[in-house]
Nanobody, 119 residues
Framework: QVQLVESGGGVVQPGGSLRLSCAAAGSIFSIYTMGWYRQTPGKQRELVAVITGGGSRNYADSVKGRFTISRDNVKNTVYLQMTSLKPEDTAVYYC?????????????WGQGTQVTVSS
């Protein structure tokens, strides 16, 4: 069974840092684009950052210069380093992966990890 397992969320003060991790596990042949999205109650899930298989990155304007997405293709893991966190970054963060598995190319989501920025 293929799954994306997230870790690294928590509570941090404004200005602080956190690193999220998302590991893809299971019978995976290839991993294409991976990304992080976030969602707050009553709002649609929004893109935070994505990274392609070739390493190209794209960020939401609200996080540019503060967040960095990276990936380790050996570990099948994507990371989101978050710095200078603001209260408005508070959300559930979801990992997304475009994967080639036994059944073909599929889109997967992690279970979500809560990030709370508060003093």
């Amino acid at each position: 069974q293929v799954q994306l397992v997230e870790s690294g969320g928590g509570v941090v003060q404004p200005g602080g840092s956190l690193r999220l991790s998302c590991a893809a596990a299971g019978s995976i042949f290839s991993i294409y684009t991976m990304g992080w999205y976030r969602q707050t109650p009553g709002k649609q899930r929004e893109l935070v950052a994505v990274i392609t298989g070739g390493g190209s990155r794209n960020y939401a304007d609200s996080v540019k210069g503060r967040f960095t997405i990276s990936r380790d293709n050996v570990k099948n893991t994507v990371y989101l380093q978050m710095t200078s966190l603001k209260p408005e970054d508070t959300a559930v963060y979801y990992c997304n992966g475009d994967l080639r598995v036994v059944a073909g190319r599929r889109d997967y989501w992690g279970q979500g990890t809560q990030v709370t920025v508060s003093s």
